[in-house]
């Protein structure tokens, strides 16, 4: 069964710390490349960050490079993102996906979405 579940996040204060996990079944993990995109209120999905299979290339939007750092572990089949100096527009549901085809930052361009893991920051 297709299966992406997202935890870590929470309500922290402007400046704090999160690390989102994404826990996947081996299906939607491997040999597949990942991503994190998040979706405010009344605004569209968009792309926050992607990683290769191999974890050899990472990818982040302009607004969060500096800050998040996105990886993986292929031995537990999880996904993390790493959340520092975190700014009240990161809130947002952040959602992981997975693509059979090459790392993408496009919506369309994934295969496999978890259900999201709120994440709110206070200023």
């Known amino acids: 069964q297709v299966q992406l579940v997202e935890s870590g996040g929470g309500l922290v204060q402007a400046g704090d710390s999160l690390r989102l996990s994404c826990a996947a079944s081996?299906?939607?993990?491997?040999?597949?490349?990942m991503g994190w995109f998040r979706q405010a209120p009344g605004k569209e999905r968009e792309f926050v960050a992607a990683?290769?299979?191999?974890?050899?290339?990472?990818y982040y939007s302009d607004s969060v490079k500096g800050r998040f750092t996105i990886s993986r572990d292929n031995a537990k089949i999880t996904l993390y993102l790493q959340m520092n100096t975190l700014k009240p527009e990161d809130t947002a549901v952040y959602y992981c996906?997975?693509?059979?085809?090459?790392?993408?930052?496009?919506?369309?361009?994934?295969?496999?979405w978890g259900q999201g893991t709120q994440v709110t920051v206070s200023s």
């Open positions: 081996a299906r939607t993990f491997s040999p597949y490349a």
């Open positions: 996906a997975s693509t059979r085809r090459f790392a993408t930052i496009t919506v369309t361009g994934y295969d496999y």
């Open positions: 990683i290769t299979w191999s974890g050899g290339s990472t």
